[in-house]
């Protein structure tokens, strides 16, 4: 299935749709008041939340423009982070009751993200550039301790680490393992990269992306023949292409739904 950016959008403007009707349900208290304490309070409420409803709806104007323009403004991008934070939980909700999965729409975020941050056009010295794995990827039989010291992997090709420490020599940049989101967050604290090509499934990756913000985050979903956390694999020619994103600024589209997954050699 094709990831559509535009379901992620369509979330956050029935999440503003559902601000607005908070805002008129507390004007009509306002204006039919039970007492004066109960008046203040509506009052105040109510100015906080237009404040609110201000700003994400000019987040979602700079989210849509930064899309049709080709183009990114810091401005535009900040407000755009805002609004999809402060929404993001309610389009979660929102899309629940509408019989959308979590991972589609999280898959979307993914996607809305990949796109901003590929307009932002950032050009990115390899060895500034993180590539951090999950540990689901190492072969489950394993017995080297890779999420310690990378390096301790013995590149016997029975998992697509092998494949990444080659694609990391190829460019030039870091590669990391990580457990979960805490030592992912070490190793972006450990080596202050300056942009970050992320493999994960939707959870991890959602949360990383708004964790790390506003460090640029291309992400590339895992795949999963054989469940969650086992074994995953994942589409190498995805991550080249971030990778080649960063160091090149060269547009270079990476859809998670193309279909070429990267295939281990053999134990699996
Ligand atoms: S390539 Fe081999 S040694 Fe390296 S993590 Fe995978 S199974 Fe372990």
Same mark, same amino acid.
């Given at each position: 299935m +094709?990831?559509?950016? +535009?379901? %992620?959008?369509?979330?956050?403007?029935?999440?503003?749709?559902?601000?607005?009707?908070? &805002?008129l349900?507390?004007?009509? *208290?306002v204006?039919?008041?039970?007492?004066? =304490?109960? +008046?203040?309070?509506?009052?105040?409420? *109510?100015?906080t939340?237009?404040?609110?409803?201000l700003? #994400?709806?000019?987040?979602?104007?700079? #989210? #849509?423009?930064?899309?049709?323009?080709?183009?990114?403004q810091?401005?535009?991008?900040?407000?755009? *982070?805002? $609004?999809?934070?402060?929404? %993001?939980?309610?389009?979660l909700?929102?899309?629940?009751?509408f019989g959308?999965k979590?991972d589609? #729409?999280k898959?979307?975020?993914?996607?809305?993200?990949?796109?901003?941050?590929?307009?932002?056009?950032?050009?990115?010295?390899?060895?500034?550039?993180?590539?951090?794995?999950?540990?689901?990827?190492q072969?489950?039989?394993?017995?080297?301790?890779i999420t310690?010291?990378?390096?301790?992997c013995r590149r016997?090709?029975?998992c697509?680490?092998d494949?990444?420490?080659?694609?990391?020599e190829?460019?030039?940049?870091? *590669?990391?393992? $990580?457990?979960?989101?805490?030592? $992912?967050?070490? =190793?972006?604290?450990?080596?202050? !990269?300056?942009?970050?090509v992320?493999? $994960? /499934?939707?959870?991890? &990756?959602t949360?990383?992306? +708004?964790d790390?913000?506003?460090l !640029?985050v291309?992400?590339?979903?895992?795949q999963?023949?054989?469940?969650? /956390?086992?074994?995953t694999?994942?589409?190498?020619?995805?991550v080249?292409?971030?990778?080649?994103?960063?160091?090149?600024?060269?547009?270079?589209? %990476?859809?998670?739904?193309?279909?070429t997954?990267?295939?281990?050699?053999?134990?699996?």
């Amino acid at each position: 299935m +094709r990831i559509k950016k +535009r379901i %992620f959008i369509g979330l956050l403007a029935l999440s503003l749709l559902f601000l607005i009707i908070v &805002l008129l349900l507390g004007w009509y *208290l306002v204006v039919n008041p039970s007492s004066f =304490f109960n +008046r203040m309070l509506l009052f105040l409420g *109510l100015i906080t939340l237009a404040a609110l409803f201000l700003v #994400i709806a000019l987040g979602i104007v700079s #989210i #849509i423009l930064i899309i049709l323009q080709g183009r990114s403004q810091p401005l535009f991008q900040h407000l755009g *982070l805002l $609004a999809i934070n402060i929404l %993001f939980p309610i389009a979660l909700v929102l899309g629940k009751r509408f019989g959308i999965k979590k991972d589609t #729409i999280k898959a979307s975020f993914i996607e809305l993200n990949n796109q901003i941050v590929r307009i932002q056009g950032l050009i990115v010295k390899p060895e500034k550039i993180l590539l951090l794995a999950p540990h689901c990827l190492q072969w489950s039989g394993c017995p080297h301790k890779i999420t310690i010291d990378i390096y301790n992997c013995r590149r016997c090709g029975r998992c697509c680490i092998d494949s990444l420490h080659s694609v990391a020599e190829k460019y030039g940049t870091r *590669l990391a393992v $990580a457990t979960g989101g805490t030592l $992912a967050r070490q =190793f972006v604290k450990k080596y202050k !990269p300056e942009a970050v090509v992320a493999i $994960a /499934c939707e959870r991890d &990756l959602t949360s990383g992306i +708004r964790d790390t913000q506003p460090l !640029p985050v291309l992400g590339v979903l895992n795949q999963r023949p054989n469940g969650p /956390c086992l074994n995953t694999q994942v589409n190498l020619n995805q991550v080249e292409k971030a990778i080649q994103h960063f160091m090149y600024g060269k547009n270079v589209s %990476f859809n998670q739904s193309q279909n070429t997954e990267y295939k281990v050699s053999s134990g699996m």
